[in-house]
């Protein structure tokens, strides 16, 4: 029997490769012969470069770049394909994580360091990047990052712009010339699961940006600050961004990357599942097993990574369970999935479940499979 285990990250206890490795013990604890692939995955978040690499066979690059306060970060990358295909997330050069509380001020955090990112893997032989923008610190629309790209952000006096978004007030002209990469011959498509728009009341700045520190005077200085950008793009590259939807994401990251790489915004599920061939890693399967840490009404209504693995396994005709641990909104769940499993069958405290995650999936596997086994048996 092929089995595909395609479990996302159980958040807090386990990566996506480690749960695909206990529901593969699980399994082999019951059907020693199974033959099993492990397509370890993610949804565009945090994890989507251990994932990828994972799955893939990728390789990892490390590098220092500008943190969001412009001191020195060790970010990494992953490379796919014979290096062909990069996988970055902003969170790891630009991301809130990197900040306490008391340091978080979206008018000076830049996205500069995902920039020397993206130029990195460029100047490695990149030429399609799949770039997970969840998680950051910023609200400069990606003006860092398209500086550390070669572009010159100036002021009316010729200057360049200083870091963060508050600065965009002041932005009288882009100049291109400084741009070392061909980013039209490049494809760069961004992991992008919100439609906010750049600016207004549902824009970067009013909804994200009080959770990155900014107060409601701060928060119309930037959004007025972004809105600048918007117009100057709009003149000076001749690309209109200001209501695209998902431009909002990332503190304006989503509206940049489009301005600056020309990328494509999409459902993170959907583009990690192509990234991993998935439909062709389905091929001849008899089972697929995925999952994550909670599975409720938010995983079908989001588009997280196991409802993606479930319809692909669906359109292949292919069973597919879902194992979570914890279990909500079961007949929402019906829908996607042909069974789901619990990993806690009694009762624990939080701390004991997240610290034997591995065991309880394990466990809630092996469990699975006897069943199905008896099931087989039935008339």
């Known amino acids: 029997m092929r089995i595909v285990v395609a479990p996302n990250a159980f958040k807090g206890s386990l990566t996506a490769l480690q749960a695909a490795e206990a529901i593969r013990d699980g399994i082999l604890a019951v059907l020693t012969d199974a033959e099993i692939v492990l397509v ?62 008391s340091r978080r001020n979206p008018a000076v955090t830049t996205t500069y360091g995902v920039g020397e990112l993206l130029q990195h893997a460029y100047d490695a032989g990149a030429r399609r990047f799949i770039v997970g923008i969840g998680g950051s610190a910023t609200n400069d629309g990606g003006a860092g990052m398209a500086q550390a790209l070669g572009y010159h952000l100036l002021d009316d006096q010729g200057h360049e712009l200083p870091p963060g978004g508050l600065a965009l007030q002041r932005l009288a002209r882009i100049d291109p010339g400084g741009v070392h990469a061909d980013w039209k011959q490049a494809g760069v498509d961004v992991a992008c699961d919100v439609t906010n728009p750049l600016t207004g009341p549902s824009g970067a700045s009013a909804v994200y940006g009080p959770q990155k520190g900014a107060t409601p005077e701060l928060v119309a200085e930037l959004d007025r600050a972004l809105k600048r950008l918007a117009e100057v793009v709009r003149r000076d590259l001749g690309i209109d961004v200001e209501h695209v939807p998902g431009a909002g994401a990332a503190g304006g990251l989503g509206a940049g990357l489009v301005a600056f790489t020309g990328a494509r915004l999409a459902p993170g599920a959907e583009m990690v599942m192509d990234a991993l061939k998935l439909d062709e890693r389905l091929n001849g399967a008899s089972l697929v097993i995925t999952g994550e840490g909670r599975l409720d009404s938010q995983t079908a209504r989001f588009g997280k990574g196991p409802a993606a693995v479930a319809r692909h396994a669906r359109n292949a005709g292919i069973p597919v369970i879902g194992i979570g641990g914890s279990l909500a909104d079961e007949r929402e769940l019906a829908q996607l999935f042909d069974g789901v499993e619990s990993t806690i069958t009694e009762p624990v405290t939080l701390d004991e479940a997240l610290s034997a995650a591995h065991d309880h999936l394990r466990r809630a596997t092996s469990r699975l499979i006897r069943i199905l086994l008896t099931a087989r048996r039935l008339p």
């Not at 251990?50 to 690059?61: C, H």
């Not at 412009?70 to 014979?82: I, M, T």
């Open 40 to 101: 370890p995955i993610a949804d565009g978040g945090d994890g989507t470069v251990d994932a990828l690499v994972a799955a893939t066979g990728g390789e990892r690059r490390a590098l220092p770049v500008r943190g969001p306060l412009g001191e020195p970060v060790e970010a990494d990358y992953g490379l796919l394909e014979q290096g062909q295909t990069a996988v970055i997330e902003m969170a790891k050069a630009s991301g809130l994580s990197l900040l306490p509380p």
